[in-house]
């Protein structure tokens, strides 16, 4: 079984607005969580990663993620989108080399 | 930084060719892996090795081999090309460690199959 699961395939944001995408973790999943980034026609890049260092994890571009055990996510927000952020987006687990199925983020001017 | 480079960023093939996808990494990793990209899908792992020469499969290996003998170097083989592998191919690669670390992505191919 999957060790990540996204919710939502596509989300739709305006230029400025809150961004929020949501991955959770099967209970299995060792610490270690990541959100990566592919802009179109590239590979994937490395966005943040949580290690249990700290619950609240800041990455590039403005974007961070917040580790909840209790509620077993690793939610991505950023506060402002911006249309360089149209991009599709994946959350994965450090275990089984598996990925969420992806979000696609479009962002509206 | 890390670099994983892809031989191919487009390669057009006829149904029943062999195709090789060549992956080449800089950072000494102990670990590589390929994924096939579909829409809807997201990422499906196809292979991947922790060595040189050792290989173990993932989800969907049917229809796929690979070869790794040296430790940069991980080569993707479709033994005989069908339409349903037209795809996204990409070469991931990560340090040894405790679960695999941070994927260290190449810039993907591109295959269409006709």
């Known amino acids: 079984a999957q060790s990540v699961t996204q919710l939502g395939s596509h989300v739709s944001v305006s230029e400025g607005a809150l961004v929020l995408l949501r991955c959770n973790y099967s209970s299995s999943v060792p610490p270690y969580l990541f959100w990566y980034v592919q802009y179109p026609n590239q590979g994937l890049q490395l966005l943040l990663k949580y290690t249990s260092a700290a619950t609240l994890v800041k990455g590039i571009n403005g974007f961070e993620a917040e580790f909840k055990k209790s509620e077993t996510s690793f939610h991505l927000t950023k506060p402002s989108a911006h249309m360089s952020d149209a991009a599709e987006y994946f959350c994965?687990?450090?275990?089984?080399?598996?990925f969420g199925a992806g979000t696609r983020l479009t962002v509206k001017p | 930084d890390v670099k994983v480079t892809q031989s191919s960023r487009y390669l057009v093939k006829r149904t029943g060719e062999k195709v090789f996808l060549e992956c080449v990494q800089d950072?000494?990793?102990?670990?590589m892996f390929w994924y096939r990209q579909d829409p809807g899908l997201g990422l499906r792992l196809i292979y991947f090795s922790y060595d040189v020469k050792m290989k173990e499969k993932g989800d969907i290996p049917e229809g796929y081999s690979v070869s790794r003998e040296k430790k940069e170097r991980f080569s993707l083989i479709l033994e005989s090309a069908s339409t349903n592998q037209t795809s996204m191919y990409l070469c991931?690669?990560?340090?040894?460690?405790?679960?695999?670390?941070?994927?260290?992505f190449g810039e993907g191919s591109r295959l269409t199959v006709l």
């Open positions: 991931a690669s990560s340090p040894q460690g405790a679960g695999t670390g941070e994927l260290f």
């Open positions: 994965a687990g450090d275990n089984d080399m598996r």
């Open positions: 950072m000494d990793h102990e670990n």
